[in-house]
């Protein structure tokens, strides 16, 4: 008679067949786990309504790491046609018709579905600072303008203000160092430095400042759980179009004819109004009396004579701290990388400039032979250039170098530490990614808690351990196995 093998039971079997089962379905759960995902997004718009013009950017971001660990990246951007919102002070509603063709556009790059959750700002910068400081009543209007073309949009419309010149240097710094995923890591941050059309700003971190000195240049901030204490100093009335303003000022206080401009090109002739060159809070206190109604700017094309003229834009005299940039306003000594956008790098770029391993003084030498360039070899190896832009490279070039020179201290050293940029992994320098991560909470005060494994590591290790423990699980249960139970037969 066969012994019955104690092995060979039903609640042996279960156990196996359960237990098969269970592996099955945990690598199952891996494999599904660790599948590509369909990608889902979500959206923001932040439009700059700037002095010289609007524009607007789409940012983009995946929709499950909502938990600000994802990367926003900038999708689509879209330039307004016409000048900036603060020249619609005669005719406010224009201001917001202006912007109907971008927010279509926007329409169609966000996906419909987003629409209704995608959150929309308008952020106003120094155009509308001067027209708020000279005209409030029509600066409302402006405003109320935009404010109705936003609202009919079917995002989620969220405001639309008048950025301080601090905010804007501040939120410049962020979407740098942002993407440059210096913040994160807490490394070394960047620092940033804005030539806008109307004002400029200067923002960096420096060990020599705890914002003690001048606290109104300091803005703190806690970001993935580092402490940053930012210096940042807008200036208003500095950006090149304006500063471009104070220093014909300078030329025409005496109301002359003819103004010989050596920042302009030998040859270069252009009837101008006087009442255009004065219309802005930064020179009308200093429109001559008694002055014709135009006045010929022509050019003589003369670097050192320019250099010269620019450096009376700024006031050196004053400082009442240990350490000024211009004008009295405090600055730190530099410190770190700088990332310089907006103008200083369209205008350095045109120049073939933007190398700064080049000496300073093969920079001044390059700049010195550009502006003595005749104007009609300028325009002959330009044609597509806006004539606007390409009569002013000269003087813009030489107002860069004497802003960064003398106005903030960089040394023939130091210049290296510049670099001239637009993007940064395709996204824009400029102030609008930052403002509209903060106002999104994007950037947590405290670095997120990160598990010790990636979480498809979790998984694969789970289930090397759930299939070694069933291999042993099958070597525990080798009497079972047909080839044990068949030596054993007892007859
Ligand atoms: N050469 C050149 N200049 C440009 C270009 N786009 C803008 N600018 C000029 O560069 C300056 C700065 O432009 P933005 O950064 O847009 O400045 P903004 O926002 O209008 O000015 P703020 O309100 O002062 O910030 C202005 O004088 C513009 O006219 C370009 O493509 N080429």
């Known amino acids: 008679m066969k012994e019955k093998n104690p092995w060979h039971t039903p609640v042996t079997i279960i156990i196996t067949v359960i237990g098969v089962i269970a592996i099955v379905a945990l690598v199952t759960v891996a494999v599904l786990q660790n599948m590509p995902l369909l990608q889902k997004y979500k959206y923001g718009i932040v439009l700059d309504a700037g002095s010289s013009h609007t524009s607007l950017y789409i940012y983009e971001w995946p929709a499950e790491k909502d938990n600000n660990t994802g990367r926003v990246e900038q999708k689509h951007s879209c330039t307004v046609d016409g000048p900036g919102i603060s020249s619609y002070a005669s005719a406010p509603p224009k201001a917001g018709e202006s912007l109907r063709a971008c927010m279509r556009e926007a329409e169609e790059w966000v996906p419909k579905k987003r629409h209704h959750e995608t959150p929309l700002y308008l952020g106003a910068t120094a155009g509308m600072r001067l027209l708020d400081m000279e005209n409030k009543v029509v600066s409302d209007k402006v405003f109320e303008a935009v404010k109705g073309a936003l609202e009919k949009s079917p995002f989620s419309y969220q405001g639309a203000r008048l950025l301080k010149g601090q905010e804007e240097g501040a939120f410049g710094w962020v979407t740098v160092n942002y993407l440059d995923d210096r913040l994160k890591q807490g490394l070394e941050t960047t620092g940033a430095l804005d030539l806008g059309g109307a004002s400029t700003q200067i923002s960096f971190v420096s060990d020599n400042y705890d914002g003690s000195e001048s606290p109104s240049n300091s803005v703190t901030f806690r970001l993935y759980g580092n ?265």
């Open 227 to 491: 402490d940053y204490t930012l210096y940042t100093h807008s200036f208003l009335c500095y950006g090149k179009d304006q500063a471009q303003r104070i220093r014909l000022a300078e030329h025409t206080q005496s109301g002359p004819k003819i103004v010989a401009d050596p920042c302009s090109h030998p040859g270069y002739s252009e009837t101008k109004k006087y009442s255009v060159l004065y219309d802005s809070p930064c020179v009308s206190d200093r429109k001559p009396q008694g002055a014709p109604e135009t006045f010929d700017h022509t050019g003589t094309g003369n670097f050192q004579e320019c250099q010269e003229v620019v450096k009376k834009v700024f006031n050196f005299t004053k400082c009442k701290y240990s350490q000024c940039s211009f004008n009295g306003v405090f600055q730190p000594i530099l410190q770190g990388p700088f990332g310089a956008f907006s103008a200083y790098y369209f205008v350095m770029d045109f120049l073939n400039l933007t190398d700064t391993s080049i000496t300073l003084e093969d920079v001044k030498e390059k700049l010195k032979l550009y502006c003595a360039t005749p104007w009609s070899q300028i325009v002959q190896q330009h044609p597509k250039t806006k004539p606007k832009y390409l009569a002013e490279y000269c003087f813009s070039g030489t107002y860069i170098l004497t802003l960064l020179i003398d106005g903030y201290n960089f040394t023939s050293v130091s210049y290296s530490d510049i670099r001239f940029i637009k993007k940064i992994k395709g996204s824009d320098a400029g102030w609008t990614l930052g403002y509209m991560l903060n106002l999104t909470n994007m950037i947590p005060a405290e670095a997120p808690d990160t598990p010790p494994l990636p979480y498809a590591g979790y998984v694969s290790i789970v289930t090397i351990i759930a299939v070694l423990i069933f291999i042993l699980f099958l070597v525990s249960v080798r009497p079972l196995w047909p080839h044990c139970s068949k030596q054993q037969q007892i007859v």
